[in-house]
């Protein structure tokens, strides 16, 4: 900094003591040379300030000498334009010289003024200084970069446009700035000079730059220099064009989803295509998602395939929807899976439109359709004792078929509708089949079990009985057993076409060493033995019931949601709703192909669905018992 002292010499003059030359630092009121009135010891300030980069480290200053009794010169450089700060003394020279170079870096465009300084006889510590001169720059320019790029399978990401100043030591990197494939960008302030180098990087495997790379630049001040790349691309990827067909009846609404692996999902309409461009070459996986519960892809839905560089692969889902009809299931949980009293449902089986037939605060449970679809036989408890009701398919005019002080549950309607088949302990409290005319009359006992179930042809009735599958004529006569279970077999189901039965066997174990249920079937003579319908599933699944058309199961999975499969134990669908019991609602009957009673899907949480199985009666947890008609509580 300059400290200030003032000494008497003939008046008023002012001298400043050179302690040191940082000139930001403050000083007193001007007190230089300028203002001084002694005689001879004015120094007039510099002009014509000139500044020229003649290489990427040195640049030259000269100017005008104004003053004939000046010792010499200061230059003071800023790194921050003709408004910054000065704070920087580039050179001294002595008395006469007016020209001096500046060791920079290669990037900045500095800015310089210069002031004499003169320093009386004797004094050599002490100086005179004159004002500064005007600012003078280092002319500046821009370089303008072009970038034209041609071809096929473009670079994604764009290229970097590197700019390097040459020195004698070597390149020295000034800025490495994006670029776009098909654009300009423009690079500045630069010294004006022509010693700039310019290289393209960045370039995508398959793309070359056909002009010369890297290129010379010369910068002019105040001026623009123009460099243009020349880039071409060859093919280096390939496509893939995945198709959709769908056949059928109440096709997906919304369509579906498609992707060719590492990227986002592309939607797809039901019948449509959708290509996937600019895939590395190799193998990946096409996959296909979002079908509606009653539509199932033909086939496996991810598929490999091969990306071959220029050319398109083809993948095609073929997608097959059934009609929508309806189940109708019991459901015992609120909405949060808190265990309650049974209501029966209705849903489409699409897995929409869920909707409640009974309301009360009775169990109401167990549903069979009857053969025409118009009605419903289910269990209540509704007057204060286990029976069999009937209602209509809109749960409308519910009447008690039985009234007996006995617990019936468990109906089952005959494939001609004139009859119902129970199960009922009146009498003497053991458990047994009972068929009664459909308005509830004639009641007679057949023998003992439970889980009554008609052949299709109406001429033999399944049951439970002595822990096994047992088969009986439909007067009762011929019991025959067809299964021996270690553990407990039961809830028969015949196949439409009367060939197969489905039922529930209790296994051990699960993770936990718990019983766990497993659905099966078999011959309807019993023959060939048992077959587990899904035996790489290892969760708790019972309640079979076989679709109209002996193509799926519906099922009670995780002991407390609804499921459907396929006959062959593929297409699993999880419906995510709680409930038990389902049943189809036959073909043909009215509303059955096109029952729509809702087109919302309203899956139950994880957490519910988690309460609802830890709330199940400990019974149901163990063996495939329908629930009794009073419920643990």
């Given at each position: 900094m300059f400290a200030v002292h003032r000494y008497p010499l003939g008046g008023s003059l002012v001298l400043l003591s050179l302690l040191a030359c940082d000139r930001s630092q403050p000083v007193e009121p001007s007190l230089d040379a300028s203002s001084a009135s002694a005689p001879g010891l004015t120094v007039n300030a510099p002009s014509e300030v000139k500044v020229a980069a003649v290489s990427a480290v040195r640049i030259d200053i000269s100017w005008r000498d104004n003053s004939t009794n000046e010792r010499g010169f200061e230059v003071w450089r800023s790194s921050s334009g003709v408004d910054g700060t000065f704070t920087t003394r580039a050179a001294e020279t002595a008395a006469n010289v007016t020209t001096a170079s500046d060791a920079v870096d290669a990037a900045t465009p500095f800015c310089y003024e210069v002031r004499a300084f003169k320093r009386p006889d004797g004094k050599p510590s002490q100086a005179i200084y004159s004002?500064?001169?005007?600012?003078?720059?280092?002319?500046?320019?821009?370089?303008?970069?072009?970038?034209?790029?041609?071809?096929?399978?473009?670079?994604?990401?764009?290229?970097?446009?590197?700019?390097?100043?040459?020195?004698?030591?070597?390149?020295?990197?000034?800025?490495?700035?994006?670029?776009?494939?098909?654009?300009?960008?423009?690079?500045?302030?630069?010294?004006?000079?022509?010693?700039?180098?310019?290289?393209?990087?960045?370039?995508?495997?398959?793309?070359?730059?056909?002009?010369?790379?890297?290129?010379?630049?010369?910068?002019?001040?105040?001026?623009?220099?123009?460099?243009?790349?020349?880039?071409?691309?060859?093919?280096?990827?390939?496509?893939?064009?995945?198709?959709?067909?769908?056949?059928?009846?109440?096709l997906d609404p919304d369509g579906y989803f498609v992707g060719a692996g590492g990227g986002s999902l592309e939607p797809i309409a039901t019948s449509g295509a959708v290509t996937f461009s600019g895939l590395a070459p190799g193998p990946r996986y096409v996959g296909i998602a979002g079908v509606a519960f009653n539509c199932e892809v033909t086939g496996a839905t991810e598929r490999p395939v091969n990306v071959t560089v220029g050319t398109t692969t083809e993948v095609a889902f073929a997608i097959a929807c059934d009609p929508v009809t309806q189940l109708a299931y019991t459901r015992p949980w609120d909405t949060n899976g808190n265990y309650s009293d049974a209501e029966i449902y209705v849903i489409n089986t699409d897995a929409t439109g869920a909707l409640p037939l009974t309301d009360n605060s009775a169990w109401d449970a167990e549903p069979v359709w009857s053969p025409d679809g118009s009605k419903l036989a289910f269990t209540s408890d509704r007057d204060g004792n286990s029976d069999i009701y009937l209602m209509g398919a809109d749960g409308s005019a519910p009447l008690p078929l039985t009234s007996d002080p006995a617990s019936d549950y468990s109906p089952a309607w005959s494939p001609n509708g004139a009859a119902i088949a129970f199960t009922s302990d009146r009498g003497d409290g053991y458990y047994r089949i009972y068929v009664m005319s459909a308005d509830g009359s004639s009641p007679m006992p057949l023998t003992l079990g439970v889980d009554p179930a008609w052949s299709p042809d109406g001429s033999k009735i399944?049951?439970?009985?002595?822990?096994?599958?047992?088969?009986?004529?439909?007067?009762?006569?011929?019991?025959?057993?067809?299964?021996?279970?270690?553990?407990?077999?039961?809830?028969?189901?015949?196949?439409?076409?009367?060939?197969?039965?489905?039922?529930?066997?209790?296994?051990?174990?699960?993770?936990?060493?718990?019983?766990?249920?497993?659905?099966?079937?078999?011959?309807?003579?019993?023959s060939s033995g048992e077959i587990r319908l899904m035996p790489n599933d290892p969760y708790d699944q019972s309640d079979p019931a076989w679709s109209p058309d002996g193509r799926k199961v519906a099922f009670t999975y995780f002991g407390s949601g609804l499921a459907i499969v396929n006959v062959d134990g593929t297409h699993l669908v999880d419906f995510g709703v709680l409930g038990f019991n389902p049943v189809w609602r036959p073909q043909g009957s009215q509303g059955a192909t096109l029952a729509r009673v809702g087109s919302t899907r309203v899956p139950a949480s994880s957490a519910a669905r988690a309460r609802a199985r830890l709330t199940l009666p400990s019974l149901r947890r163990h063996t495939p018992l329908r629930f009794p008609a009073t419920p643990r509580r």
């Open positions: 004002a500064f001169s005007s600012s003078a720059c280092a002319p500046t320019g821009d370089v303008q970069v072009t970038t034209v790029t041609t071809g096929a399978d473009l670079d994604p990401d764009g290229y970097t446009a590197t700019l390097e100043a040459l020195t004698q030591s070597g390149a020295v990197l000034l800025s490495s700035t994006a670029s776009p494939i098909n654009g300009t960008v423009t690079i500045s302030p630069l010294r004006a000079g022509n010693y700039y180098r310019l290289t393209l990087g960045g370039l995508a495997p398959n793309c070359g730059v056909r002009s010369t790379n890297p290129q010379a630049v010369t910068v002019n001040g105040g001026s623009t220099a123009t460099v243009v790349f020349d880039i071409t691309c060859a093919v280096s990827t390939g496509s893939v064009r995945v198709t959709t067909t769908t056949t059928g009846t109440d399944a049951f439970t009985g002595d822990q096994g599958i047992f088969v009986m004529n439909a007067d009762g006569s011929s019991v025959t057993r067809l299964t021996t279970a270690e553990y407990y077999d039961g809830q028969p189901g015949w196949s439409p076409d009367g060939v197969t039965i489905a039922f529930t066997r209790a296994e051990c174990c699960g993770d936990y060493g718990e019983i766990l249920n497993h659905i099966y079937v078999m011959n309807a003579d019993g």
